[in-house]
């Protein structure tokens, strides 16, 4: 699966550090140094998982996760916490936090602790496949199957297919589908989203109702069927 992370880091070679692992293991990473940043970006709602610092300039680890949690947003969140404060451990666990890793820590236990929160919270699966009816996603191949046969399916409209399958029944605003898939930095206009879905539609209308990818008019769009990780 094509995992985002944002890394809410105030050491900036810290952040770097932690960057390079996560993208070491094809994850794409945003980072940030102030807490005022990263509460904005992470409120955007295109994060698999969020690794926060618990002391940040401007707004706390602590406080980021209060409001994340206030707007019904589940991302998991990992805190990043000295040894010796205890209290923001707790206050932040409290909060909604999944896990926390003491600093300074192995690459290993970082990655360890990852695996385990998404699994958890469903994002990674035992094989790693996603399905929705007939149609298959194989992310390890980034490739897509109707049964046994490949849909041939461009990058764009994989990783657009993939987004909806991991966030079925959820309406996700066209900010969300944009920056998720295309990216925040990117040239294209928001109008892409209409035209890959409307071609997505189309090489799926053999094998399943195209309603399955449905307009919210105003807002964006929402994936309904039986879409699952196996």
């Known amino acids: 699966m094509d995992m985002r992370v944002l890394v809410v880091e105030d050491d900036s070679s810290l952040l770097k550090v932690i960057r390079d692992i996560f ?13 005022e940043e990263g509460y904005f970006l992470a409120q955007q709602g295109v994060y ?18 209060k409001r994340l949690r206030a707007q019904s947003l589940l991302v998991p969140i990992i805190l990043l916490t000295a040894k010796d404060a ?10 909604g936090a999944d896990d926390y890793i003491t600093k300074p820590f192995v690459v290993s236990e970082l990655l360890a602790r990852t695996r385990a929160v ?3 919270r469903g994002s990674l699966g035992h094989e790693g496949d996603l399905a929705c009816g007939s ?6 191949a980034r490739d897509a199957f109707h049964e046994d046969t490949p849909l041939h399916l461009t990058a764009t409209e994989y990783k657009l297919l993939e987004y909806f399958l991991c ?8 900010e969300q589908i944009f920056n998720r898939v295309w990216g ?3 040239d ?9 879905i409307h071609l997505l539609r189309k090489k799926l209308s053999a094998y399943m109702d195209p309603s399955f990818l449905q307009t919210v008019r105003g807002i964006g769009y929402m994936c309904k069927g039986d879409a699952h990780v196996q």
Do not use: C, W
Not at 48 to 65: A, H, Q
């Open 118 to 120: 998404l699994r958890r």
């Open 184 to 186: 925040f930095d990117s």
């Open 48 to 65: 698999d998982l969020l690794i926060l610092d618990v002391m940040l300039p401007g707004m706390s680890g602590v406080e980021i996760i």
């Open 23 to 35: 993208e070491s293991e094809n994850f794409t990473t945003d980072g940030a140094d102030h807490g």
């Open 188 to 196: 294209s206009a928001i109008s892409a989203i209409d035209v890959y």
């Open 135 to 140: 149609i298959r996603l194989v992310p390890a």
């Open 167 to 174: 966030n079925k029944d959820q309406i996700l605003t066209r």
């Open 86 to 95: 205890p209290q923001d451990l707790v206050s932040g666990l409290d909060a």
